[in-house]
């Protein structure tokens, strides 16, 4: 395929450096910044930089924030062939994906969310890699009007990608599992961070403290943009999460061993519950 990347930081340099290491697809980069897009083909993850000609793309990949994805698409959708698919790797559907799809569909073209649960600490095109994809998780996130021969498109390329698992969902629960499996707990890593003790933490840390505080160095602006389009699933997920955290507050305050016991062990039943339920998924 022609496949247009726009947005060269850590997910769509990503793709570009996946594509020209894993297939055969002529891969051209546009970015804002057109030192970055020096850099793409420097690296050789690009065939070429964006001229500003649309045609004969058979895939365009937005790879922009969810805001910025729907103005660009607003403003050159116009100038897109008739026959090229529109997918982006935004961190939220639901109602984003309804509002482009409409808009695609009003200008006689296809448009089919992809999200792939893969990233860095630190993003931009300088932390980009080839391999980012590997055995990573993958969604597509097609509605009822969405073709057939579409999503088995994306799905071959999150395969050539390197990802792992492939799921294909509705976006309205993709929100819904993400706002428990990634922005919730993104959330928790920026709070967790506040504490007073974190500049004394040095010496006293180890493997479970880097887990819970590696996502606190999040993009503040996508982050924030992705936290209020997803807003209803997200309170549920955090005022669940508040909900439990006060019966462990509660018995702290009560000297209540058993029933932090009780907590504790209810917490590691579930988690083990739900380690043997993964073995059993296939991939």
């Given at each position: 395929m022609n496949i247009l990347v726009v947005g060269l930081g850590l997910i769509g340099g990503s793709i570009c450096?996946?594509?020209?290491?894993?297939?055969?697809?002529?891969?051209?980069?546009?970015?804002?910044?057109?030192d970055i897009e020096?850099?793409?083909?420097?690296?050789?993850?690009?065939d070429a930089s964006f001229t500003g000609d649309y045609s004969g793309f058979d895939l365009i990949i937005m790879?922009?924030?969810?805001?910025?994805?729907?103005?660009?698409?607003k403003e050159h959708i116009s100038e897109?062939?008739?026959?090229?698919?529109?997918?982006?790797?935004?961190?939220?559907?639901?109602?984003f994906s309804e509002r482009v799809r409409?808009?695609?569909?009003?200008?006689?073209?296809?448009?089919?969310?992809i999200h792939p649960m893969a990233g860095k600490e630190f993003g931009g095109y300088a932390n980009s890699t080839a391999d980012l994809f590997q055995k990573a998780n993958f969604i597509i996130a097609p509605d009822d009007s969405s073709a057939d021969s579409d999503v088995e498109l994306?799905?071959?390329?999150?395969?050539?990608?390197?990802?792992g698992k492939i799921v294909v969902t509705?976006?309205?629960?993709?929100?819904?599992?993400?706002?428990?499996?990634?922005?919730?707990?993104h959330i928790v890593s920026s709070a967790y961070v506040k504490s007073p003790e974190l500049g004394l933490e040095c010496?006293?840390?180890?493997?479970?403290?880097?887990?819970?505080?590696?996502?606190?160095?999040m993009n503040e602006k996508m982050w924030t943009d992705l936290f209020m389009q997803n807003r209803d699933n997200l309170l549920y997920e955090l005022d669940t999460l508040i909900k439990n955290l006060n019966k462990y507050s509660e018995a702290l305050k009560n000297k209540d061993s058993e029933e932090m016991l009780r907590l504790i062990a209810e917490g590691r039943q579930l988690k083990e519950d739900n380690l043997r339920h993964r073995v059993g998924q296939p991939n």
């Open positions: 450096k996946a594509l020209k290491k894993y297939t055969n697809h002529y891969v051209v980069g546009c970015d804002c910044n057109h020096f850099s793409a083909l420097r690296d050789v993850a690009v790879a922009l924030f969810p805001e910025a994805t729907e103005n660009y698409i897109f062939d008739k026959n090229t698919l529109i997918t982006d790797v935004c961190g939220i559907k639901g109602d409409k808009l695609a569909a009003e200008n006689g073209m296809r448009y089919v969310g994306l799905r071959s390329l999150a395969s050539e990608l390197g990802a509705s976006p309205e629960n993709h929100d819904k599992m993400i706002a428990y499996t990634s922005q919730l707990a010496g006293f840390s180890g493997g479970s403290f880097q887990d819970m505080t590696r996502i606190a160095t």
